[in-house]
């Protein structure tokens, strides 16, 4: 063989082995930018619409049993108390996101599936580790968040038995999150669309007690959530042995070295979650410090609003989601000036839409509070939140695409500074001081969240705009 025949070998070799491992990621570096963005967006923006109405739904259900306004407060102080457990897992999918989508992009196969093979292992020891106080402290985790009388024993009994199922939880979620940062946003879709549907059914017989089944309130809920879990789990590692990571599944081993990398991206990201879910804890204590007979309407308010904001801020949790992969991958290729531009065209679609559902909540925040409760006291209370925090929809659409556009540049220190000191420095303190001091009451609370959120996605788009992310090294 001549020297320019062995030269031209070479390089249709070197070609070959230089195409992506799957389509996604030559969508992701090479396709038209705002194609790209809505190919990864739209399918986890369906998903996030499914878990919104799932929320809603839940809380219709919750709303049906004789004592509502207990039951909205008992699922809303549990489900805040397992907020600490997410954070941890949000942390430990940061970590995972960055350097899956980070290797795809440079095109390091071998590195990508080691990623996964030590998220998996890792899954498993947080999933343990960070439930024995939840399942021990329970009834005193949600005495501490404010839940009082009949709340809080039905809040410890929603907790302790949600995080008997941690592990599959963990699993499932950083299993699904190492899939969009590889580009599938399909698959991830399916698996949470088949489990939050069957969330919805055991819901409907276990919470109300429908055919067969006893009528088993709020830990209905409880048990409803764990089964979904688990099947959630077993349908993630169905994907995951099918898809560009499989190699991840070959040999799962503990490796120290891999796990370190992991978590030096990711221990930011859960502190960042840690300290929110802390201080939204501490919201709803400020709620749990108003005058008795105030508490239990200021605590369903907030568990009913939120789950009806859920319609907005949802679709802002796809673009965040797609953010991840489209930094991160063009990073990995070498392109960060596509990276930057790809995420502004997430945050343009994010704005859009939120701002869009945003305008339900001025014109018809009545008709949506009345949905889930018909309290006169209650009703008047989401609708307040529901007008005040309207106006912050588009700034949260910035804080939350940026965020995840940050984490696929493996940069989860700055958002963590933004997010937990607009929280902690700022809302908390002008929530108290507008609820309690100044006599405003829970409209003084909604006040200090609206505003607090805005100044963050300031912050968040000024660092994106001017910081130094694009030189991380992961």
Sequence with gaps: MSDLETVSTADELSAASEQPRNRASEIIVSGRIWSAVWYLAWPTAINTLIQSAYGVVN?????QLPNSTQAFAAVGIGSQALMFQFGMMIGLSAGTSALVARFLGARKYGDADKVVCQ?????VIAGIVTALPFIMLASWIVGVIGARGEAARLAADYTALIAWFSVPMFL???????????????GPLVVNGAVILLNILLDWLLILGKGP???MGVHGAAVATSISRVVGMFMAFGLLSRSVLKGGLFSVHFDWHWCKRILNIGWPAAIQNLLFSAAAAGFRWVLGSLPPRQVDPAQAALTVSMAIESL??????????????????????????????SAWVAVSQAMFIMSSVALL??????????????ESYVVALVVSYLRINAI???FLALSMVLRGALQGAGDTRTPAVISVGTMWILRLPLAYMLARTLGLGAVGAWIAMSATTCFSGILMAAWFKWGKWRSIEV
């Design 59 to 63: 809380t219709f259900f919750v709303g």
């Design 119 to 123: 998220t998996i292992v890792l899954s």
């Design 172 to 186: 499932m979620v950083n299993i699904t999150a190492a899939l969009r940062a590889a580009g599938d946003m399909r």
């Design 213 to 215: 089944f006893p009528r």
């Design 312 to 341: 907005a801020f949802m679709p802002g949790i796809a673009y965040s989601m797609a953010a991840t992969p489209l930094v991160g991958q063009n990073l990995g290729a070498g392109k960060p000036e596509r990276a930057e531009r």
């Design 361 to 374: 909540f001025i014109i018809v925040p009545d008709q949506l509070a009345r949905m889930f409760t018909h």
């Design 392 to 394: 912050s929809e588009p």
